[in-house]
């Protein structure tokens, strides 16, 4: 293990110092030190999902990317999507379709989502099974994911709209 | 002898070994011999993957899918054994070789009579010492394959022990035995092999242990008496101990060792001199190879002769040619003994007070060689000069003088047109075919130096300008080195008084028996742990630094140059020209200072500390000056004349230009010093003789700055400097032979390996299923990924990050370079679109082998690979995902990067953007990798053969720490 030394990292849209050693996995970082929740530890291999965050907007499993490749990027959690009160078209989503049981998972579906709308904002079922394949879910509401991202898909596309109708006015 | 070929058919060894074998585990009890008296086949038949058990006579085998089954079945077997004792306790029936005079009545009388009993081992001492070998018995024919330089015993051996002709076997020699081979294992591994092939009819490997044949090795004795006076008379008997030399397999069936009865194949047991009373008799039956005995009987006789002659204060060269009949011989003894300056031996144990003394032994050997298949008569001559510490015991073998002829020129010089293309590729790895290994020991003979002493077939001193690595090679190169062993031990004994009895000498046994001189001077010594063999070649290499490198010089300590000495664009320079020489890759420890030292390399010799190269005067270079610091770069010798190990490429680094090379220093100089004493680099003898590394440095160091080629491009000599001056690409990629040197010719940049990774080719040779271009390297040099090919990892990624820091001309100019050792690969743009077509064709042809794939290691696979290496599922992500179907190691004939990267991960990536991989080493278990690599090539490389020996090597890896 290297010596701890300060690192800047860019979470939320706010900037943060830590002291950590580089080769730490972010996902540590991020609960212990930003007190970032979202993000969970499952496997600790890469293999679950369940900590994923947004890395530049790309999903990344923060247990397995040292602290140090965050430095110099923007690192999104479920934390930085939406509030309470304003939740992200990805979140609000989720919560309407009740696409939870145990919920362990959930973090990971809904970054995976965001990450995926991203790219492609009107997805098929097929593309969407195929995306969220390597998020693993042991209790059982993929049905519901699997709806919960389709309507994502739609709110984020009236989300869109709305805004650039706003912008126009 | 030609290994890369069928000593008796001639046929290359190309063909392949055969795909989906079986293992087999034979059964013995702890001494090898012994009479089964019961075992449960049924147990063992009903262990998985077990496939037969094989029983003949008292042989007793278990073959299995794969080597753990068939050990698991093994163990289920319980076989009984009940060893019986008369073998154990009857003396050897004695048979007469030849005999003339009356030796025994004239011993009886004779005044000057000297007795003395030498010992041979067969075996190596290394308890981890192991051989393996496959074997085929397919249409009445057998094939076996292991590495083995001399088969025409086995072969023998083989047909005595299936009962067949000797010409329907085919051995084919693999010229590069694996670490820890041994080739007496290797016989033992070939016949079990056999046996259990012909016995199922399908192809099995297996592998003997050294540790099976107990805690004494096979060895052969010999008891010699001889006289001078009043008539001269020489007896020697030679006895083996049970089992020593003949398979196991053969005593264990009943079956007698083929070459017991024939008559004149001992080779050497009759001693080449005309001596007027003689007696040879060997046990009845000896059952050792002869051309395995005739080290030891050269050995013995050798030795004693030299004993006689210092006991009657005879010049030994002059007793020879005194009971020498033999033109050839004689006159090869003349011109050795005048190439070597011989005067007599040194006397160096008349000086008792010496702390190092010197001495000089002579020895010859004429015997007929049967390895070709036709008998040749072989003569050669040897003096040795030794150098022994009386403190410490260590003994320097300072030089050599070889002599040797052979008989039979005809065969001699077709042998390297018909067969093997005239290239130095060949000869140097040809040389490295006898005593290829520094742990090598059996019969297998120190050649470094024999093809190039047989070249011109006369008396021949190693002289400077002859090049060892690029002379040819020839039939009867082992008999040449017949006489290493009596030669230094009788230089030993001049120089110490220490007559050394049986290999191999170690600076021990010398040590204890100068304290206990003379009383142990006659005890046999024990066995130590380095071996005869790995001095052998050494002293043909330290030969060349008594008589063109003398000890170096120690350079006087300067003050460290003033801060301001260097302008700011010189430091900046050199700090380019320490970038391209990844000089902080090696000289800094994980997690420590920059360039402070302390990182552990670890190399076939032992493990090697990198030193502090800050400017500390205490722990650093910041007393060198220039001139101490040019030399350590392009000789590799330290301030204080000490050499370096070739760990550090000063073989590359000598082409550095002197610009860079001062700049380099003004860059180091530069910095900041740091206090750092990393450890002491500590090898185990002989690498720990750092003289001896004069004759590595003659023999595999030029000292030339880089010469451009004027019929080249600019940007390819720029290339070509960086890649092999500072870059030292060929330190890794090219492959080294037995000595550490690195091989040149066509072997040049052909895959060598790093730190327990393999250094892939960088040539045609290059597996990659897609081949390099110009622009893939210099994406993978910038980058350290290209798309086409994966990511450096590994001791590469270092490399690359270190390449970082050159401006991107350079970078693009290696990869110019690079690419031009590559005449087949696109350099075109127009090219890249076949380039597309043949990564598309890759990765169909791996989706349709994933189609057929399925089972527990497949969601294996699934679970824990396909998130970040299969590119059309997931989502998006954060960092490369490396196809897989397109990777080079993938496709690679060892499986030992995609262990090491499945084990240990790639989690220091040259470059954030390529993305982490985690180890999998705590996750997953040595069967679950096994399976997951096996899985891997059959996905994605499944043109290429299942690898060979993947559990052994992930158990291997699994420990290193990379």
Redesign the interface.
């Known amino acids: 293990?290297?010596?701890p030394r300060p690192i800047v990292l860019r979470v939320n849209r706010d900037t943060q110092e830590v002291c950590v050693d580089p080769?730490t996995p972010l996902l540590y970082v991020l609960r212990n030190d930003l007190a970032c929740n979202g993000p969970k530890y499952g496997c600790?291999?890469?293999?679950c999902?369940a900590c994923t965050v947004l890395?530049?907007g790309?999903?990344?499993?923060s247990c397995?990317?040292?602290a140090?490749?965050a430095?110099g990027r923007a690192v999104t959690t479920l934390e930085g999507l939406g509030t309470r009160a304003a939740p992200d078209p990805v979140q609000q989503a989720f919560i309407e379709e009740q696409a939870a049981q145990c919920g362990y998972c959930l973090n990971g579906m809904i970054m995976?989502a965001k990450?995926?709308l991203?790219?492609n904002p009107d997805p098929s079922e097929t593309e969407i099974r195929?995306?969220?394949?390597?998020n693993l879910c042991r209790c059982g509401t993929h049905v519901e994911i699997l709806r919960a991202v389709q309507r994502a898909a739609v709110l984020q596309r009236e989300a869109h709209a709305h805004a650039e109708i706003e912008a126009i006015r | 002898m030609n290994a890369r070929m069928n000593a008796s058919a001639g046929e290359p060894m190309d063909v392949a070994a055969p795909t989906g074998m079986l293992h087999g585990h034979a059964v013995r009890p702890a001494a090898g011999m012994g009479r089964l008296t019961g075992f449960d086949a049924d147990a063992a038949r009903r262990c998985a993957g077990v496939v037969d058990v094989v029983v003949r006579g008292n042989f007793l085998a278990v073959v299995a899918a794969m080597p753990e089954q068939a050990h698991a079945g093994a163990v289920a077997l319980q076989a009984r054994w009940e060893t019986p004792r008369d073998t154990l306790t009857t003396p050897p029936q004695m048979r007469a070789v030849t005999s003339h005079g009356n030796a025994t009545q004239v011993l009886a009388q004779g005044a000057g009579r000297v007795d003395a009993t030498y010992r041979w081992p067969l075996a190596s001492p290394r308890a981890d010492a192991c051989g393996s070998a496959i074997a085929d018995w397919q249409h009445g024919a057998l094939h076996v394959w292991l590495a083995c330089t001399q088969p025409a015993a086995l072969r023998l051996e083989l047909a005595a022990l299936l009962d067949i002709a000797a010409e329907s076997i085919l051995i084919l020699c693999d010229p590069d035995p694996p670490a820890r081979h041994d080739a007496f294992c290797a016989r033992q591994a070939a016949a079990d092999a056999a046996l259990m092939a012909h016995a199922i009819g399908r192809p099995v490997r297996t592998t003997f242990r050294a540790a099976e044949l107990g805690n004494d090795g096979p060895k052969l004795r010999f008891d010699v008496s001889a006289t001078l006076a009043p008539a001269s008379a020489y007896t020697i008997a030679a006895t083996a101990t049970p089992g020593a030399g003949t398979p196991f397999a053969l005593t264990q069936t009943g079956r007698a060792a083929p070459y017991a009865e024939a008559s004149g194949v001992d080779p050497g047991l009759v001693p080449p001199y005309a001596v007027e009373h003689l007696d040879v008799s060997a046990a009845q039956p000896l059952g050792v190879p002869p051309d395995i005995a005739a080290r030891g009987q050269v050995f013995a006789h050798e030795s004693h002769l030299d004993g006689l002659a210092a006991q009657a204060g005879i010049d030994p060269v002059a007793l020879r040619l005194q009971w020498l009949d033999d033109r050839t011989g004689s006159g090869l003894i003349t011109r050795v003994a005048e190439q070597s300056g011989w005067q007599g031996p040194l006397k160096g144990h008349n000086d008792a007070t010496a702390g190092v003394r010197r001495g000089r032994g002579f020895a010859y050997a004429s015997v007929i060689d049967m390895e070709d298949g036709r008998p040749a008569r072989t003569w050669s001559a040897w003096v040795a000069d030794v150098e022994v510490d009386s403190r410490t015991g260590d003994i320097h073998v300072t030089r050599v003088t070889v002599g040797h002829e052979r008989e039979d020129i005809a065969s001699r010089a077709k042998a390297p047109t018909t067969t093997l293309p005239d290239d130095i590729a060949t000869a140097t790895r040809q040389l490295t075919t006898g005593g290829q290994r520094y742990d090598d020991w059996g019969d297998g003979a120190p050649a470094e130096t024999s093809p190039a002493l047989a070249a011109d077939g006369a008396g021949h001193d190693l002289a400077p300008q002859t090049r060892v690595d690029i002379v040819g090679t020839l039939a009867g190169g082992a008999a040449a080195t017949l006489p290493a062993a009596a030669a230094v031990a009788n230089a030993i004994h001049d120089a110490t008084g220490v007559r050394l009895l049986e290999p191999p000498f170690s600076a021990g046994q010398i040590r204890q028996a100068l304290e206990h001189k003379p009383s142990a001077a006659n005890k046999s010594p024990r066995k130590r742990a380095w071996l005869l063999a790995t001095l052998a070649p050494l002293t043909a290499l330290a030969g060349l630094c008594a008589t063109v490198l003398p000890w170096r010089a120690p350079i006087a300590p300067v003050a460290p140059p003033g801060p301001g000495l260097y302008s700011a664009a010189t430091i900046e320079r050199g700090r380019l020209v320490a970038a391209a020489g990844d000089c902080a890759v090696c000289h800094t420890a994980p997690?420590g200072t920059r360039n402070a030292g302390g990182l552990a390399l670890e190399t076939p010799f032992g493990t090697v500390y990198t030193t502090n190269i800050t400017p500390d005067a205490e722990t650093g270079i910041g007393n060198w000056s220039y001139a101490a610091f040019e030399r350590a770069m392009r000789e590799g010798i330290h301030r204080d004349g000490r050499r370096l190990y070739p760990a550090f490429p000063y073989t590359a680094f000598a082409k550095v230009s002197d610009a860079d090379m001062q700049a380099l220093y003004a860059y180091l100089m530069a910095a900041d010093p740091v206090v750092s004493r990393p450890p002491e680099t500590q090898l185990a003898f002989p690498f720990n003789a750092r003289p001896l590394l004069a004759g590595w440095n003659m023999l595999f160091h030029r000292n030339e700055q880089y010469v451009p080629d004027t019929s080249r491009s600019a940007q390819w000599n720029r290339g070509a400097y960086l890649a092999d001056g500072l870059g030292h690409c060929s330190a890794c990629h090219s492959p080294r032979n037995a000595l550490g040197g690195e091989r040149g010719g066509k072997a040049y940049l052909t895959g060598g390996e790093a730190e327990g990774w393999e250094a892939p080719a960088l040539t045609a040779l290059s597996k990659a299923p897609v081949p390099w271009t110009e622009d893939d390297l210099f994406q993978y040099l910038r980058t350290g990924f290209a798309a086409r090919h994966g990511a450096a990892a590994g001791p590469m990624a270092p490399v690359v990050e270190s390449l970082r820091e050159l401006p991107e001309g350079d970078v693009r100019a290696i990869a110019h370079y690079v690419a031009s050792l590559n005449p087949a690969s696109p350099t075109q743009a127009g090219t890249q679109q076949a380039a597309a077509a043949q990564v598309a064709a890759v990765e169909a042809r791996s989706a349709a082998a994933a189609l057929r794939l399925s089972g527990t290691t497949d969601r294996l696979y699934q679970?824990?690979c396909?998130?970040?290496h299969q590119g059309?599922?997931?989502?998006?992500?954060?960092?490369e995902k490396p196809s897989l179907a397109l990777n080079t190691n993938l496709h690679s004939a060892r499986p030992d990067n995609v262990i090491q990267v499945v084990l240990h991960g790639a989690?220091a990536p040259p470059h954030?953007g390529i993305?982490?991989?985690?180890g999998?080493a705590d996750?997953l278990d040595d069967a679950q990798v096994s399976a997951l690599v096996h899985y891997l090539r059959e996905r994605f490389a499944p043109d290429q053969p299942r690898w060979d020996g993947v559990e052994d090597t992930v158990a291997r890896l699994r420990k290193s720490s990379h």
């Open positions: 293990m290297a010596t080769a600790g291999l890469g293999q999902g890395i530049d790309l999903a990344a499993r397995i990317v040292p140090s490749a430095v995976s990450a995926l991203a790219a195929e995306a969220l394949r390597f | 997690g679970n824990a396909a998130v970040c059309n599922a997931g989502v998006p992500q954060f960092g989690s954030a993305g982490y991989m985690p999998f996750s």
